[in-house]
C-alpha cells in the first residue's frame, strides 16, 4: 500500500568534481557579532534566505551506513544563502525530507531527524551568522534513492524557541499558470543519467526523451482514425455491440423524452443531468427513452441491454444499477462534436462486482467539490466503490461530533511541539491552518457525498487506518486526555485513550514515525474504534447510505507494543492463544472485525494486515486489498487470501497506484517505490485476473527482468502453504489508488487520476479477447515462457490504438468539459532532415511547437523548424498546456 521501499535524498562534498563550482561560489565568512534571535529575526530570515536543494548522486559513498537499507543511500546539499546578513543565533529550520537523513556535514550546521519526515537544522557552536550573500552549504546522506524532482517538500520552517515559526518564502511551491502543475523552485533540476537518474549501477530504466517517447506513439497515432468505430465505441467496452441494418443516425441531441416505467427517477437522475451536459436534453417531443428492470438469475447485477433504433431507445436492466448503466453508455456513445448516434444494440455485464477508487484525503485534504467531481467520473464510467482514506498518521478528515478533538487537533498541521492544538508540519505542510492541505468533512460535507455517491450507484468505503498509520488520532485522543486530566475528570480522560504512558517501546514505522500505533492491548482502544464506529454508521443511516463495509487498514504496522506493560500482562494471561507481541496486530484485527460484524458492518483491510490473522477467529465475508508488488511475487499471498475464500480485491502497485509517475522522468510527478512509470497504456495492459503472466512482459522497478513463481511452495513457519488459486476461485474486484503524500492540490490529484482511470474502469469491467486465462495448475513465468504469444500482444496493441483514439477524439473533451484538470500528454518528437515530426499518445488533442522563432505554432504536419525546438499539448479549449520539454536533435 502506501510507501514501504521510497527513494530520496542528498549529500555533497566539496572534493566531488560535480561541486567545484558550487563549492568556489561560497563567500568567506564575515565576522558578525550576533545576538539572541527576535521574532523580527525570524521574519527577515524566512524572507531573506534563499534554499536550495541540490541531489548529488543517488550512488552510495562511504558516508552512507551500510547496516540501514540494504546500503542504498544518496548524497545531497541544502544551500542556505542570506540575502541579507544574519545577525540572529539560536534559530533552526525544519522540514520535510520523506526518508530519514542518515548524517551531516556541515562546520556550522547539523540535522537530525525528528519524526516521521521532519527533520530540524540546528547551530553548531562554531555558526558565526551570514554576512549579506554568503552562502552556507549542508552535505547530507539520505536512505534509499532520489529520483524524481518532486521528492523534496516545500515550506520549510524557520523558527527559536519561544517564536513564531515562519515559512521561508524561497521554499514554498508554486503553481504554473499555464499548465496549473505545482514548481518547487528551491530544487535544482535533476541532469545526471548515472547520478540523478539511476536508482543503482544495475538500473536498466530509459530516461524518457521526446524521441523515444516519439517511437513508442508512432504506430498509434499514425493510424487512420476509424471514425465508424469511434462512433460505437464507449467506456468500458461492452461485452457485445451489433450495429443495426439501418445505418441512419440518430438525432440524440434533438432531445429526449423518458419514459421511466416504474424505474425510480432518483435511481437515474443523475445520469439523464449528464446526459444533458453533454446536449442532450430532456424535452416533449423527444426521441422515447424507455427504461425497465428485468431481473433474471442468469445476469448480474449491473447488467443491461440498450437498444437505439430511429423511433426509439430502450434500455432494460437487470436492476436500477443496469438502467443508470444503460444511460451511461448512452452518454458514452455521444460525441460532442456530433449530434447523432449510430442505431445499435448493446448487451453488457460487468466482469467484476467491485470496480474501485481509492483517495487519500488524510495525507493531504481534498475539497469537496473535488470528490463530488470524481464521483460524477467515476459513474460515467461504471465504477461502483469509493475507498473514502479519511484518517492517517498526518490527517483526519471527518467529524466525530462526540470527539470533536479529531477535527479540532487532527484535521490541521500547523507548528505546535506540543501537538496539543494541531498536529506537526509533517509532508511540506506549512503553519497555515486554513492552508489547501488542512480541514475536514463536516457531517453535513460528508453527508452530502454520501448522497451524491447513492444517487450515481456508489458506495462509500470508509477507511480509517488502525492500528498502524494512525498517529492523528493518538494525538487528538492525547489532547483529550490531557484536558479532561486537568479538570480531574479522570474516567473522561482515559476513556478513549490510544495510547500506553509507560510504554517506551522503539519503534519505526515504514514512514519513520515512532508515536503512529494504537496500543492493542488497551480496554479504550477497543472503546475508541466501538464508539467510533457506532457514530459513522448513524452518520451514514442519517444520509440513507447504510454503512455496510469498513476498511480498518491494517498494514504496515511496526514493532511496536514490545516494552508496553499491558501487552506483557495480556501475553502473560489471555483465552485467545496470543503469546508473542507479533501475535498482537492480527489479533487486533480479528478482534476490530468480529466487533463491526456485529453492528452489522463488513470489515475490509490490506493484504499485509489480514496475512497474520486466523481465519477461524474472522467472519465469514471479509474483504483483502492486495497490494503487494509483481515483481516481489505477491501473486502467492494474493492467491492465499483469496483461497480462504475471502473477496480479495486487486490494488497492484505496479499498475493501479496513480501517485506513481506517468513516465521515467524526474521531471514527473509522483512517488517510484515499486514502479517509475504508469502510463495508461500501461493500466490498460493489465490482466487482474492473471497476476503472475505479467512477469513475461512487464520489467521490475528497476526496468530487469523478473521471474514470477506460480507453483507450490513449502509454508514458511507461520504462513499457510502459497501457490495457484485452488481451482475456480475468482477475484472479488479491482481498485486504483491515489494516495497523496506530495499531491497537495485538487489540480494535481486530478491530474494524476485522468486519464488513467478510464483505463482502470476498462480493465474492472470487460475482460479483452487478449487477456490470458488464469491456469489453474500453476506455473513459471518470464520473458522466456511466452505464455502471452506474439498473437495476444498484436491484438493488444491493436485494441490499445483504438482505445486510446477514443480516449483522445472523444472522451477527453468530456472530462475537460466536466472541469477536471487531467493529464495532457508530453508530446513525442523527432527532428528528420530539418523537419520537425510530432505525435501523441492521445490523437485529437493539439500539439504546438516553438523553434528559433521563439513563437507558439500549431503544428499539423512535418514542417522545417530552426533552432532549438521545444514542444507540448494543449486542451481542447485552449486554456491549459502540457508539460514543454526540449526535442532531442
Not at 73 to 90: S, V, W
Not at 92 to 109: A, L, V
Not at 474 to 486: G, I, L
Not at 874 to 879: A, L, S, V
Amino acid at each position: 500500500m502506501k510507501i514501504t521501499n521510497l527513494s530520496f535524498i542528498i549529500a555533497f562534498s566539496c572534493s566531488s568534481s560535480l561541486l567545484l563550482n558550487a563549492c568556489s561560489e561560497v563567500k568567506t565568512p564575515q565576522a558578525v557579532e550576533l545576538h539572541q534571535a527576535k521574532q523580527q529575526d525570524i521574519n527577515e530570515i524566512a524572507d531573506n534566505l534563499q534554499v536550495k536543494f541540490s541531489l548529488v548522486t543517488n550512488q552510495p559513498s562511504e558516508h552512507c551506513d551500510p547496516d540501514k537499507t540494504d546500503g542504498d543511500c544518496f548524497t545531497a546539499q541544502l544551500t542556505l544563502t542570506a540575502l541579507d546578513a544574519i545577525k540572529a543565533t539560536n534559530w533552526q529550520i525544519y522540514f520535510s525530507q520523506i526518508t530519514p537523513i542518515q548524517s551531516s556535514q556541515s562546520d556550522e550546521f547539523v540535522i537530525e531527524h525528528i519524526n516521521g519526515d521532519i527533520h530540524r537544522i540546528s547551530m553548531k557552536p562554531e555558526y558565526a551568522g551570514f554576512g549579506k550573500n554568503e552562502a552556507k552549504t549542508i552535505t547530507f546522506y539520505g536512505s534509499y534513492w532520489s529520483l524524481s524532482e518532486t521528492d523534496a517538500m516545500p515550506n520549510y520552517l524557520v523558527t527559536a524557541p519561544d517564536l513564531n515559526a515562519q515559512v521561508i518564502k524561497s521554499t514554498k511551491a508554486k503553481i504554473d499558470p499555464e499548465t496549473g502543475l505545482e514548481i518547487l523552485p528551491h530544487v535544482t533540476p535533476y541532469t545526471s543519467v548515472e547520478h540523478h537518474f539511476k536508482r543503482t549501477e544495475s538500473d536498466s530504466t530509459q530516461w524518457l526523451t521526446s524521441d523515444l517517447l516519439y517511437q513508442r506513439n508512432q504506430a498509434t497515432f499514425d493510424a487512420p482514425l476509424d471514425t465508424d468505430y469511434l462512433a460505437q465505441a464507449i467506456i468500458p467496452t461492452p461485452k457485445s455491440v451489433e450495429l443495426a441494418d439501418d445505418k441512419r443516425p440518430v438525432a440524440i441531441k434533438q432531445g429526449i423524452s423518458v419514459n421511466f416505467n416504474q424505474v425510480p427517477s432518483k435511481a437515474v437522475n443523475a445520469a439523464l443531468e449528464r446526459l444533458a451536459t453533454l446536449g442532450v436534453k430532456q424535452v416533449d417531443n423527444g426521441i422515447a427513452v424507455n427504461l425497465f428492470i428485468e431481473a433474471t438469475p442468469e445476469q448480474v447485477n449491473g447488467s443491461y441491454k440498450l437498444s437505439v433504433s430511429d423511433d426509439a431507445i430502450n434500455i432494460v436492466g437487470q436492476d436500477e444499477a443496469g438502467v443508470f448503466y444503460g444511460l451511461q453508455s448512452l452518454a458514452s456513445l455521444v460525441d460532442l462534436n456530433s449530434d447523432t448516434i449510430p442505431q445499435l444494440t448493446i448487451i453488457d455485464a460487468p466482469l467484476f462486482e467491485f470496480r474501485g477508487m481509492l483517495v487519500d484525503v488524510a495525507r493531504n485534504f481534498k475539497s469537496k467539490d473535488f470528490i463530488l467531481k470524481l464521483l460524477d467520473q467515476m459513474a460515467a464510467y461504471k465504477l461502483n466503490k469509493f475507498h473514502f482514506h479519511l484518517a492517517d498518521d498526518e490527517g483526519w478528515r471527518i467529524e466525530i461530533p462526540s470527539l470533536p478533538e479529531l477535527t479540532q487537533i487532527g484535521s490541521q498541521r500547523c507548528f505546535d511541539i506540543t501537538e496539543q492544538h494541531c498536529l506537526m508540519p509533517q509532508l511540506g505542510a506549512g503553519i497555515e491552518t486554513d492552508s489547501e492541505v488542512n480541514g475536514y468533512y463536516s457531517v453535513a460535507d460528508y453527508q452530502e457525498i454520501l448522497r451524491y455517491a447513492s444517487a450515481r450507484h456508489i458506495q462509500v468505503i470508509p477507511s480509517l487506518d488502525m492500528p498502524g498509520h494512525s498517529r492523528a488520532a493518538v494525538k487528538a485522543m492525547n489532547a483529550r486526555f490531557n484536558t479532561y486530566k486537568q479538570q480531574e475528570q479522570l474516567d473522561k480522560a482515559n476513556e478513549f485513550l490510544l495510547y500506553e504512558a509507560d510504554d517506551y517501546t522503539k519503534y519505526s514505522s515504514v514512514q519513520y514515525y515512532q508515536d503512529n500505533t494504537i496500543n492493542v492491548c488497551l480496554d479504550s482502544s477497543y472503546r475508541f474504534v466501538e464508539h467510533l464506529m457506532k457514530e459513522v454508521q448513524q452518520i451514514h443511516q442519517a444520509a440513507e447510505h447504510p454503512l455496510t463495509r469498513y476498511h480498518i487498514g491494517a498494514d504496515e504496522t511496526a514493532g511496536a507494543w514490545v516494552e508496553s506493560p499491558a501487552c506483557k500482562a495480556f501475553l502473560a494471561n489471555n483465552d485467545q492463544g496470543i503469546t508473542e507481541a507479533k501475535q498482537l496486530s492480527g489479533y487486533f484485527v480479528e478482534r476490530v472485525a468480529t466487533m463491526i460484524a456485529k453492528l452489522g458492518i463488513e470489515p475490509a483491510a490490506w493484504a499485509d494486515g489480514l496475512e497474520h490473522t486466523r481465519v477461524e477467529k474472522m467472519p465469514s465475508v471479509v474483504q483483502a486489498n492486495a497490494w503487494g508488488p509483481l515483481m516481489f511475487g505477491s501473486h502467492s499471498q494474493t492467491h492465499e487470501l483469496a483461497n480462504r475464500q475471502w473477496q480479495v480485491v486487486i490494488s497492484s502497485p505496479d499498475a493501479l497506484y496513480f501517485d506513481f509517475p506517468y513516465e521515467a522522468d524526474p521531471k514527473e510527478h509522483g512517488y517510484y517505490w515499486a514502479s517509475r512509470e504508469i502510463n495508461t497504456e500501461k493500466v490498460f495492459q493489465f490482466m487482474p485476473e492473471n497476476l503472475p503472466i505479467h512477469a513475461e512482459f512487464w520489467t521490475d522497478r528497476q526496468n530487469n527482468p523478473y521471474e514470477a513463481d506460480d507453483t507450490k511452495k513449502q509454508a514458511e513457519s507461520g504462513h499457510s502453504e502459497q501457490g495457484p488459486l485452488d481451482q475456480g476461485v475468482k477475484f472479488y474486484g479491482v481498485q486504483g489508488q491515489l494516495w497523496t503524500e506530495n499531491t497537495r492540490s485538487d489540480d494535481m490529484a486530478e491530474h494524476k487520476i485522468f486519464p488513467r482511470l478510464l483505463a482502470l474502469a476498462e480493465r474492472a469491467w470487460y475482460k479483452p479477447k487478449w487477456a490470458v486465462d488464469y491456469n489453474y495448475q500453476g506455473a513459471k513465468y518470464s520473458q522466456q515462457s511466452n505464455v502471452f504469444s506474439t498473437q495476444h500482444q498484436a491484438l493488444r496493441d491493436q485494441q490499445w490504438q483504438r482505445f486510446s483514439q477514443v480516449i483522445g477524439s472523444k472522451e477527453l473533451a468530456k472530462v475537460e468539459a466536466a472541469d477536471i484538470a487531467y493529464r495532457l500528454p508530453t508530446v513525442g518528437a523527432k527532428i528528420i532532415d530539418g523537419k520537425l515530426h510530432a505525435n501523441i499518445a492521445f490523437k485529437g488533442l493539439t500539439i504546438e511547437y516553438k523553434d528559433a522563432s521563439n513563437v507558439w505554432q500549431t503544428y499539423e504536419k512535418p514542417t522545417l523548424v530552426k533552432g532549438q525546438v521545444v514542444v507540448r499539448a494543449r486542451t481542447f479549449d485552449g486554456k491549459r498546456v502540457g508539460r514543454s520539454w526540449q526535442v532531442v536533435q
